[in-house]
T-cell receptor, first 114, second 115 residues
Framework: AQSVTQLGSHVSVSEGALVLLRCNYSSSVPPYLFWYVQYPNQGLQLLLKYTSAATLVKGINGFEAEFKKSETSFHLTKPSAHMSDAAEYFCAVSAKTGANNLFFGTGTRLTVIP | DAGVIQSPRHEVTEMGQEVTLRCKPISGHNSLFWYRQTMMRGLELLIYFNNNVPIDDSGMPEDRFSAKMPNASFSTLKIQPSEPRDSAVYFC?????????????FGPGTRLTVT
């Protein structure tokens, strides 16, 4: 079975500082992995996805994530936080075969301090 | 593409009333998902369909909840009778479910308030 764990339900960073949101996955085989962002009063929007083509995945708005099999991690980073990055971020996993649904983490709320 | 369309965007109803939420998936997508989001329980998968057939409804909280997908371009989630604890934001999402990586595209959600 697939699952993800997001460490830290709330993360605060200063504007211009590094953003690091943590996600660890559990899967018996290499999975597909995703990061979604949810701005206030909106639906979830896909930031980036890992499909095994490359371990470093670049997404929208300057975000990227690195798949590390040895650490079963898929952490999300951005070199310099903007005020507009304040949102909730969800990590998700799906299997490559069988069921096609996603398993979401509990989310991390990012606050950017001016 | 218009994306996933949900209606209504906001619904306020009284306890005991029937509520119907509607969703139009992205054209060509063959998987559709209904989620509920609350502060207390976060994002929960209620039910999902592949090719209009319900695959997993284990997340549907009670018999008061039902979902249908009569065709590839329309789905409903019905609550009858509604209760205050059903107040939440309900999201519909769709994906190309027959080949990976199965990323889902979400609608804007319906904010339901039951008084």
């Amino acid at each position: 079975a697939q699952s993800v764990t997001q460490l830290g339900s709330h993360v605060s960073v200063s504007e211009g500082a590094l953003v690091l949101l943590r996600c660890n996955y559990s899967s018996s085989v290499p999975p597909y992995l995703f990061w979604y962002v949810q701005y206030p009063n909106q639906g979830l929007q896909l930031l980036l996805k890992y499909t095994s083509a490359a371990t470093l995945v670049k997404g929208i708005n300057g975000f990227e994530a690195e798949f590390k099999k040895s650490e079963t991690s898929f952490h999300l980073t951005k070199p310099s936080a903007h005020m507009s990055d304040a949102a909730e971020y969800f990590c998700a996993v799906s299997a490559k075969t069988g069921a096609n649904n996603l398993f979401f983490g509990t989310g991390t709320r990012l606050t950017v301090i001016p | 593409d218009a994306g996933v369309i949900q209606s209504p965007r906001h619904e306020v109803t009284e306890m005991g009333q029937e509520v119907t939420l509607r969703c139009k998936p992205i054209s060509g997508h063959n998987s559709l998902f209904w989620y509920r989001q609350t502060m207390m329980r976060g994002l929960e998968l209620l039910i999902y369909f592949n090719n209009n057939v319900p695959i997993d409804d284990s997340g549907m909280p009670e018999d008061r909840f039902s979902a249908k997908m009569p065709n590839a371009s329309f789905s409903t989630l019905k609550i009858q009778p509604s209760e205050p604890r059903d107040s939440a934001v309900y999201f519909c999402a769709s994906s190309l479910g027959d080949r990976g990586p199965y990323e889902q595209y979400f609608g804007p959600g319906t904010r339901l308030t039951v008084t």
